[in-house]
């Protein structure tokens, strides 16, 4: 019953096959190599259009090299007050960008909305030189810290704002497989085709080991990229290996299968813990749900062996924990958890 | 015939193993994970007394971030005019230091002189604020970008001579192995008995898919290493699969067994072309060989299928190539390549 | 009547009789010039113990380079949400520090309160690494840009906080001397006895032509700062009329006359504009005045003449008007101002 | 006898009357004010074409800035190895430019030449992503830290040089002054129309009080340096006081008569050494003057009463000392100093 993230999952067999072929024979190092080209070449495909790729072990770094890229130092990147970015990658995109400053505006659901970008962007006062920093980026998370996920018409309507005002729609793409199979729409759909301009596509949480992707769906915004990347301590030397997991993760839609396994798995649990009287506090969108349970019953689950995160307080006191599942989640782990939660 | 790196190799089987047995069950992310546990008990046990490590995915985060972490912003880090973060980092030390300054000095075979070192930092008229620089650290590479290795004693006066101006003495160790393999002392004995306050360790070179550690000999002086790290974008979430790397690396001295035989491919390499009329350049003491070849027999070894870099031109216009072998390198690899040069 | 701000206002006639002075014969640069001297020992003087000086040019450069020499840049300053830090130094801090970053938190009349900080630095899951910055400051403006001024309580009980949770308490007095002419305590009262650790003492707005102070109450604090003021740009290389102009404005308790006078003039105008019906929306304390007019008399206002900026709307649309006084105020512009007003 | 440096004198009268000036009324601040716009059509006369102008308190902030908005992170500014922003700066280049590379390239007497830099551009193998730093930009001093001169030929061809690579030509002119008081050129001749792209323009050290300008000749290039200026701590809040000074120095011309003042001085004091055995070191060129100097008349003179800074040794052993004249040295000192140095 680990429920904790998906990072304590392991990675595919697949992947793990994958690495096992890459490691035949020599190959250039940096990305010289056959298998990155061909890593290029599928995100291409699956973005139906010529994208530039650059492969990075961690989310983290995906996330700060590609706002650093598009956001000059006296920048402000706009995002939801519980993003990634804001709260969990200790200052990564300030140091990366020279010190940009993030706005973190709030939202339901984890979720930025365009009434709120609109207000926060409309108020001209606050913004430009040489007082005021200037909105450089904006930056959704899909699917979000909540579990949500945002349509593409949310997603056109952030965009629009966005280039409105000059900035760039950076996606940070940490679950990106785990949105894109909940949506009955393309890759291409949930990005570019809905304005967004560079996203951090993750395959880490999916099933990987360790690769994550900055796409630029603009390759000319690239530019100065390998640099950045390379400075930034994030070019893998045996790259063939971040480049073979890419690979693997990919091909014959693996990673929507696998996401879409751990999708309903949360499902099951959303539901088994409706009917238990906990019904999900955010709408069960992805991978995540989050649910308040007395702190008796956190206690007992934990005791039992189930693992988690205690994320927040709801008003009237109880526990607001976040369970995540991943491809590794079995249907019998979240029984397990669901009857101990009936039985309170 | 793939002499062009040693990062043109793969991953040592034995590590290949690790990974899978990894792989199997749940662990937490970011580090609170049994292995890294035991991988830390492993490093305090290799170099007999408590240290503070920092596995993170590259040799230039690595640097970067131990430069970062003992040299405030307006210091200087001494080191060799041909090291390896001076020419071939893109500035990650300058930019992870917020703009610290490499103070880089002429040295034979590769080394830093404690001559050299004395009379620069000596010379006071340029150190100091509030116009100048503060020398905050002297970089070392063991084994250096020429392929030679410092010994014990001159590790010592150049850590003297650091600790003596106020400065730390890092060890960039990408081929810690390779040097160790060759001098008869301990890792103890190499580093912290010797002066050396940070190191990094480097695995990816000598067999790992992407693992190298940051040490600190001083625990104390890691505070805040923890923060830097990640908002590097250097700690990995499925931090197990990084630190069965480094565990099996070090399990029974696999690294240093695979660093003699990869010294041993380079003596045999380094000798076969002394034979042949092409002395190296520099003494042969860890896994690389560099010789002065005519640029015909350049060509021919390349049309030959040898892979390899044109590193600089000799005063007679001679190519100096440089050779690496890898733990992957076979005696019938150098053989041939040798043969090939006796042909002429 | 130019109420724009208080940098409209000119220089103090004792400030500038100061600078003819400091222009005869030759001095060394850099502040190693007897006027530099004298301005370090009438710090000490003034705040009755020994601290560190550091004059700069700007009150953005002060604050900056203060807040980076106290915060690492995976460190946190908590401040006020409208705080000059926060808005309108174009995102220095963020830069000077490598990357910090500012959690900008609400509180009435522009103040920072204990109960907010208190709440905020407790919630400990969202601090820490490695996943979060860690809080390393404080910082309050003293008077605030409500024009509000923090009582000595009141600075004692954020200085408790900070300090228990391991921050440094900075104030930015960039109207320093209108808040303290209006507390009856000392200059030591309402710093380091209360908890101040590091001060941006400011002169420019009260009467100076361009000198700010940077003041570390345990000078230990202050090691690297002449480093970090050289390369922030901010050494003035003709040092002693920087010098000249602090000491002047030191001088006599020159300052504090100065402010007298522009603090005279704020309750003035604040007297009158209620008298005309438009009670100030914050307590005038020092020398700013916030009134809600209509939209109509703004306009007639400035057609007059009045310079002033128009800061917010308040909920029935009336317009907040920011109304600002200096040393250069006269009774004369405030009482037309004020016929006008009344005038309606 | 002060020859220490033209730090050390005082404010030419001119430019005090001029701030005096500046001191009646009020003024916006932040430049915008009637003095900065006429300051700005000055310059655009001066260099015959429209020219963005940035006026900052410093020659290091002017330097830092520039280099920073011209060089990206991964850039190198080529210098010469004795630029004030290689040895006298502390950093602020790399700190401004978010840790970029100076490559310090040598010169006879302090300056650059096409040659040397030919060669070091042209060696390909050490520029470009991802392993190396890219060359950015091109600086040189003019007049340079040995008190020698560019011609307009040399800048053309370094210039040439730098843009068939990619790079800018950055000119620190924080003597241009005194430099273009030697040539028979416009100051149009010695700048864009040899190439030179972006110039920090002196006033301090000619005789004002602290007023340095950043000029960019394609004004387009200076987008974004409005923030980037505010947020380096370097926009002056009451700026019609900058703006005064550079007004009144260039007014009249007086900058060209201040430097060919300070010049003759220069000329004067090395002729004078000359007869006395002691020829100059390097051609005076500008106002400066080193000559190699018994380091018992070094004590002899400064028990004298003169000042200057013992800059070197050289191989026999004297001291090569730096004498420096300015618009307030007179020819009794020149004068008096000479015949101590001929007395021996």
């Known amino acids: 019953m680990n429920f904790a993230s998906d990072n304590t999952a392991g990675v595919a067999p697949q992947i793990m096959a994958a690495l096992a ?81 993030l706005v973190e505006l709030p939202g339901d659901n984890g979720k930025l909305t365009a009434d709120t970008l609109k207000a926060r962007l409309g108020n001209k006062a606050s913004w430009g030189p ?18 949500t996920i945002y349509r593409v018409a949310e997603i056109r309507a952030l965009a629009e704002l966005a280039h409105a005002h000059g900035a ?49 769906f603009d390759p000319e915004r690239a530019d100065g990229m390998s640099a950045r990347r390379k400075r930034g301590g994030a070019l893998l030397s045996k790259h063939r290996f971040i480049a073979a997991q890419m690979e693997a993760f990919l091909d014959g839609d693996l990673w929507l299968r696998l ?21 999900p506090v955010w709408p069960v969108e992805a991978n ?19 693992m988690f995160y205690r994320w927040d307080a709801d008003a009237s006191g109880r526990v607001i924990v976040r369970l995540v599942t991943s491809f590794q989640t079995t249907a019998e782990e979240v029984e397990r958890f669901v009857a101990l939660a009936k039985a309170g």
Chains 1, 2, 3, 4 share one sequence.
């Open 130 to 147: 040489p007082h005021h920093v200037t909105p450089a980026a904006v930056s959704i998370s899909q699917a979000s810290e909540a579990g």
């Open 168 to 216: 760039t729609l950076h996606m940070d793409g940490a679950r990106f497989g785990n949105a894109l199979a909940r949506l009955n729409v393309s890759a291409a759909d949930m990005t570019w085709k809905a304005g967004v301009d560079v996203l951090s596509f993750g395959a880490t949480k999916g099933g990987a080991m360790g690769a994550e992707a900055v796409i630029f």
């Open 288 to 306: 995540e749900v989050f649910a308040a349970l007395p702190a008796a019953l956190c206690d007992k689950l934990q005791a039992a062996g189930a």
């Open 21 to 101: 072929r890459a490691n035949e024979g020599f190959a250039l190092g940096y990305g010289n190599d056959d298998v990155t080209r061909r890593v290029e070449r599928k995100f291409c495909d699956l973005f139906e259009r010529d994208v530039a790729v650059f492969l990075v072990p961690t989310g983290t770094g995906a996330n700060a090299l590609a706002l650093a890229h598009v956001t000059p130092p006296w920048g402000a990147v706009l995002c939801h007050q519980n993003a990634h970015i804001a709260v969990d990658e200790c200052g990564a995109p300030e140091f990366f960008g020279g010190g940009i400053k």
């Open 259 to 279: 996401a879409r396994h751990a999708n309903a798995m949360a499902d099951r649990l959303g539901d088994g813990l409706a009917q238990a009287g906990f019904t």
